[in-house]
């Protein structure tokens, strides 16, 4: 069982917008501000989205945001697009165990 | 650019040891702590623990602790992960990345696949 909750799995059409949540507790997600989002495309490697919670490194679409509101963080993908199909997981460090924790990922299917 | 460039597919035995590595480029190697995670097959990611080049201080998170060490090499800007007796379960993919203190990863490497099959 993951340290983060995400959902299994979101959908939606091209041009809608979707948000993934991660929920976490005290100790981690609601405790720090270095939230963090990865997307991982069929057989690649994790790429990270957001950091901080809310920002974007260079080159990332700024279809992709992010925000926290107490334990929870939130992913929103607006104006989806097929090649947003893919994995995505949030993670945080965690205070409880001293190392960085993930959610257990969320799979985006673009109908 | 930073870069994290990981040594190549491996198959192996259960009962084999196997040491893969990452090679750092593009930053400053002692500045920042390099992380494992383990994804096995159609699973999500696990963080199996982390070095600090610069004093080798090293934490392994619960699940890992006694199953694999995790070394760093400042000479060649180079970490490294390795087991001394494989079994099927160690089957997955690996991946190193980069982490400041206290936060999650920033840069990954591409990933090592170690399959362990008799």
């Known amino acids: 069982q993951s340290a983060l909750t995400q959902p299994a799995s979101v959908s939606g059409s091209p041009g809608q917008s979707i948000t993934i949540s991660c929920t976490g507790g005290?100790?981690?997600?609601?405790?720090?501000?270095?939230v963090s989002w990865f997307q991982q495309l069929p057989s690649k490697a994790p790429q990270l989205i957001i950091y901080?919670?809310?920002d974007r490194p260079s080159g990332v679409s700024n279809r992709f945001s992010g925000s926290k509101s107490g334990n929870t963080a939130s992913l929103t993908i607006s104006g989806l697009q097929a090649d947003d199909e893919a994995d995505y997981y949030c993670?945080?460090?965690?205070?409880?165990?001293?190392?960085?924790?993930f959610g257990g990922g969320t799979r985006l299917t673009v109908l | 650019d930073v870069q994290l460039v990981q040594s190549g597919a491996e198959v192996k035995k259960p009962g084999e040891s196997l040491k893969i590595s990452c090679k750092a480029s593009?930053?400053?190697?002692?500045?920042?702590?390099i992380g494992w995670v383990r994804q096995m097959p159609g699973k999500g990611l696990e963080f199996m623990g982390v070095?600090?080049?610069?004093?080798?201080?090293?934490r392994y998170s619960p699940s890992f602790q006694g199953q694999v060490t995790i070394s760093a090499d400042k000479s060649i800007t180079t970490a490294s992960l390795q087991w001394s007796s494989l079994t099927a379960s160690d089957t997955a993919f690996y991946y190193c990345?980069?982490?400041?203190?206290?936060?999650?990863?920033?840069?990954w490497g591409q990933g090592t696949l170690v399959t362990v099959s008799s």
């Open positions: 990345a980069r982490l400041k203190n206290r936060s999650p990863p920033d840069f």
């Open positions: 593009g930053y400053s190697f002692t500045n920042y702590w």
């Open positions: 070095i600090y080049p610069g004093d080798s201080d090293t």
């Open positions: 005290s100790s981690d997600v609601g405790l720090y501000e270095s």
């Open positions: 901080d919670v809310s």
């Open positions: 993670s945080s460090y965690s205070s409880t165990t001293a190392h960085v924790v």
